[in-house]
């Protein structure tokens, strides 16, 4: 049986030269590898007690509902902003050129529950960076979080210092 990573598509020189994209697409569309890339994220989750988990638009959607089902645990979307129907609660992060906001509805969390993030990626860890102050401004607490893929060349465990991080799939450079 192949290794997980053996599914994740390399292409260089893409958005730009020198940058060796990781294409995620590659493992949803292999029904081994989808059920693979879940049920080790999953792992990571064995023994930890925890109440909901939040994942951000969209990879974070594709990962984190499929384990909160088999957890038996609340999914919580975090989305881009205007993309939620009631109140909410917003964080704007940098990006290379720009900024973003993410919101998250304001009755999501409630003080006191404990919170697992699960992503595809983490690159430099602003968006995951940004969640967990929305999190944690709602009174939650981030016990992990959970990546398939971790780009360590481009340091977004250093905006995430003090924190539970797990990656399946780690590659060194960007």
Do not use: W
């Not at 007690?49 to 990879?59: A, C, L, Q, T, Y």
């Not at 909410?88 to 050129?97: C, D, G, I, K, N």
Request: with cysteine; aromatic share 8%.
């Amino acid at each position: 049986m192949k290794k997980l990573e053996e599914y994740v598509r390399s292409i260089p020189d893409f958005p730009e030269e020198g940058i060796i994209f990781r294409d995620v697409t590659s493992v949803l569309q292999d029904k081994d590898s989808l059920k693979m890339s879940i049920d080790q994220m999953q792992e990571n989750l064995n023994g930890l007690d925890f109440d909901v988990i939040v994942g951000p638009e969209s990879r974070g959607f594709i990962f984190g509902v499929p384990i909160a089902y088999n957890l038996n645990k609340a999914f919580i979307p975090v989305r881009k902003k205007g993309k939620l129907p009631c109140e909410t609660v917003e964080m704007e992060y940098a990006l290379e050129y720009g900024t973003a906001t993410i919101e998250m509805h304001k009755d999501s969390i409630k003080p006191g529950q404990k919170v697992v993030i699960i992503d595809d990626l983490i690159a430099t860890g602003g968006t995951i960076e940004a969640i967990t102050k929305l999190i944690e401004q709602l009174g939650g607490e981030v016990v992990k979080i959970v990546f398939l893929m971790e780009l360590e060349g481009l340091m977004g465990r250093e905006k995430l210092k003090g924190y539970d991080i797990a990656s399946v799939i780690k590659y060194a450079g960007k």
